[in-house]
């Protein structure tokens, strides 16, 4: 086998930074990152990053997938379940504060409440396309019908 090259280590310290970066950005904000995230690039490029690796989960080796596995679900379609709750709470707050309207996505603005409010936006598409497609729990269909998203 050959030694590696400067080309193959400089991409395997790529590859371990933006896993440490996703790990980082999941910690802070409770939730992956997102690509629809125009405001923040970082926040795109991670969510894109994710994209590939989960395309290209085959190919990884085995210590990529270890460590891509212990970020509870990094490979699930739409990411830790653990994330489904709090995303509904965030959607159900919004349309409380703001009489019953969803959440925009094109709502402009880099404050939290815009960032939250286009997240939120983002997770009712996501769960609407989730259920035509039949990929939800009767319970979360439940849930999403009773809070007036479906």
Known sequence: MNPPTPKSTYLEERWRENAAAFVAFVAEHDQFPSEDNADDPAEAHLARWRRNQVALKELLSDERRAVLDAIGGFFDHHGPA???DPCLERSMRHRAAHDGRPPRRRRKGKDEDAVLERRAARWE????????AGRLTDEQVARLKDAGIL
Not at 125 to 132: C, I, W
């Open 125 to 132: 598409r996501d769960q609407k396309t989730a259920y035509r």
């Open 82 to 84: 653990s994330d489904w």
